[in-house]
Structure formats: structure tokens, C-alpha cells
């Protein structure tokens, strides 16, 4: 398998539950991301992890937990979500980014369509 | 601040017609990098090209052309002979190699449809 892979690729959930979302890269990459896509909204970061670090969090409500355990796997843990957590959930990875010099091209994954009841 | 502007949010041409869509950023740096990323009904997004802040000339590949121009800061694309396949959300992207760990800074994207 190559790429970026994201399961599931569909999930609908009620507000008490508790969900992950599983993304994994084939890419011997070492930043991985996860962006939130809603309608009529430009792509928001929420996370982003350097060598299974985690460097960046964009304000990000606590009800959205992400975990890397490696290089190769990002989790995103949802819990007491909120119908307005309904979007496509993507996840993105990149060539490690420290050191600067170098860009930040990313290839993506499909997503996962969250829907929030 | 960084900003990326797509002004059209819908395009719709008929199949074999050319069509620009259009980008405009904002940076303070002198260094950075732009892409254009495809997004098809499937939903992943598909990267198309990356370019140099210091590399201006324009490229093309296939029926896909880039015109950078630093001037107006400005870095459009353009479909020629639009096919059905065309269709979807375009977007372009910003960044800057030297903040850090800043990640891209996307447009709000164009909504591409290829009439047949």
C-alpha cells in the first residue's frame, strides 16, 4: 500500500460517543497533520507532529485528542463531539520541515467524512 | 500574516473550453513556496505543483500552465481544452521554509465544473 490511507472513510457518531480516527502513511515521511474541511470554510489545521512530536495545535477544542505513536500512524480521538464537528477530516504528511530550507509539501489522505448527530 | 486569496469560488465551462483559475497571496517573506492542490469528488487532495518564490518561470505540463508573477503576486493556473475529469475543487496554497513548522496556508478553494 503507498500513500496516505485514512480509515474510516465514513463515520457517524452521537454526541457521548467516543470515536478515533486512524491515519497512516507509507511515505518515510516524518511530519504528519491533521486539517478539518467544512462547507464553505477553508482548510483548518488542527495538529501537526514532527517526529512524533507534537508542534503545533491550532486551538483546538479538548474534545479532539490526536496521538502519534510513530512516524507512520496519526490518531485522532473525538469525544463529546458537537454537531458542528460534522466536516471531512484530513490527515497530510510531509518530509520533516526542521531545520527550514526545506518546503512543506504535503500529500494527503482521503479523509474521513464525520458526521455528528 | 499569511493569506491566500481565491476570489472565484465557482467556475463552470463547457468541456474543451480554456479556464484561469486565479491566486493571490500575501506574505512578508522573500522566501516561499506556492502549490496548487486538486481535490476530485473523493475527497483527497492531489498535489499538482510546488514553486520556488525565486523561480518566476512560468510551467507547464500538459493541458496544465502556471503563470507565477511575483509583481503582483499572483500565481494562476490554467486549464486548456477542459475535460469532464477537470472538475473539482482547486486550491492554492502558501508557505514559508523558514518559520519553522509553519504549515501551508490554503485559499478557500475554486469549485471547477466541466461541462460535457
Known amino acids: 500500500e503507498t500513500g496516505v490511507t485514512q480509515t474510516p472513510r465514513h463515520l457517524v457518531m452521537g454526541m457521548t460517543n467516543k470515536k478515533s480516527l486512524k491515519c497512516e502513511q507509507h511515505?518515510?515521511?516524518?511530519?504528519m497533520y491533521w486539517y478539518k474541511q467544512s462547507a464553505k470554510k477553508p482548510l483548518e489545521l488542527m495538529f501537526v507532529?514532527?517526529?512524533?512530536?507534537?508542534?503545533e495545535n491550532n486551538s483546538v477544542p479538548s474534545r479532539f485528542s490526536p496521538e502519534c505513536p510513530n512516524s507512520s500512524h496519526l490518531f485522532l480521538h473525538l469525544h463529546t463531539l458537537q454537531p458542528e464537528d460534522s466536516a471531512l477530516y484530513l490527515c497530510?504528511?510531509?518530509?520533516?520541515?526542521?531545520?527550514?530550507?526545506?518546503?512543506?509539501?504535503?500529500?494527503f489522505g482521503p479523509g474521513t467524512r464525520l458526521t455528528v448527530l | 500574516a499569511q493569506k491566500v486569496t481565491q476570489a472565484q469560488t465557482e467556475i463552470s465551462v463547457v468541456e474543451k473550453e480554456d479556464v484561469t483559475l486565479d491566486c493571490v497571496y500575501e506574505t512578508r517573506d522573500t522566501t516561499y513556496y506556492l502549490f496548487w492542490y486538486k481535490q476530485p469528488p473523493s475527497g483527497e487532495l492531489v498535489f499538482l505543483i510546488r514553486r520556488n518564490s525565486f523561480d518566476e518561470q512560468n510551467e507547464i505540463s500538459g493541458r496544465y500552465s502556471w503563470n507565477f508573477q511575483k509583481s503582483t503576486s499572483s500565481f494562476n493556473f490554467t486549464i486548456t481544452a477542459s475535460q469532464v475529469v477537470d472538475s473539482a475543487v482547486y486550491f492554492c496554497?502558501?508557505?514559508?521554509?523558514?518559520?519553522?513548522?509553519?504549515?501551508?496556508?490554503f485559499g478557500k478553494g475554486t469549485r471547477l465544473s466541466v461541462i460535457a
Open positions: 496554497a502558501l508557505s514559508d521554509p523558514n518559520s519553522g513548522n509553519t504549515p501551508l496556508v
Open positions: 511515505l518515510g515521511h516524518n511530519a
Open positions: 497530510a504528511s510531509s518530509q520533516d520541515r526542521v531545520g527550514g530550507g526545506t518546503y512543506n509539501e504535503q500529500f
Open positions: 507532529y514532527s517526529l512524533e512530536e507534537r508542534v
